[in-house]
Nanobody
Framework: QVQLVESGGGLVQAGGSLRLSCAAS????????MGWYRQAPGKQRELAAD???????NYADSVKDRFTISRDNAKKTVYLQMNSLKPEDTAVYYC?????????WGQGTQVTVSS
């Protein structure tokens, strides 16, 4: 059974930084593409960034050059370093992966950026 547990969210002022972590279990982590999604109030969930098993990364235009996704296969953990945060980055951030053709989600972690 896939389990994804996010941590690291919180309240930060605009221009600040946060690092999110997602610890995975129940999957062969090293072969999985891992993604960070976010959902702001009243909006659809969107991909913020993902990273393949080989370390290739992909970012939404809105976070490019500010966010960095990385992974530690030994710890089965994926990270999202968020710098230069803006109020529009306020959202619940979810870790996600595909396993057995089903998308699994963590419980989410709230990120709130005050202006």
């Amino acid at each position: 059974q896939v389990q994804l547990v996010e941590s690291g969210g919180g309240l930060v002022q605009a221009g600040g930084s946060l690092r999110l972590s997602c610890a995975a279990s129940g999957i062969i982590f090293s072969i999985k593409t891992m993604g960070w999604y976010r959902q702001a109030p009243g909006k659809q969930r969107e991909l913020a960034a993902d990273i393949t098993s080989g370390g290739s990364t992909n970012y939404a235009d809105s976070v490019k050059d500010r966010f960095t996704i990385s992974r530690d296969n030994a710890k089965k953990t994926v990270y999202l370093q968020m710098n230069s945060l803006k109020p529009e980055d306020t959202a619940v951030y979810y870790c996600s992966t595909l396993d057995a053709m089903q998308r699994s989600w963590g419980q989410g972690t709230q990120v709130t950026v005050s202006s």
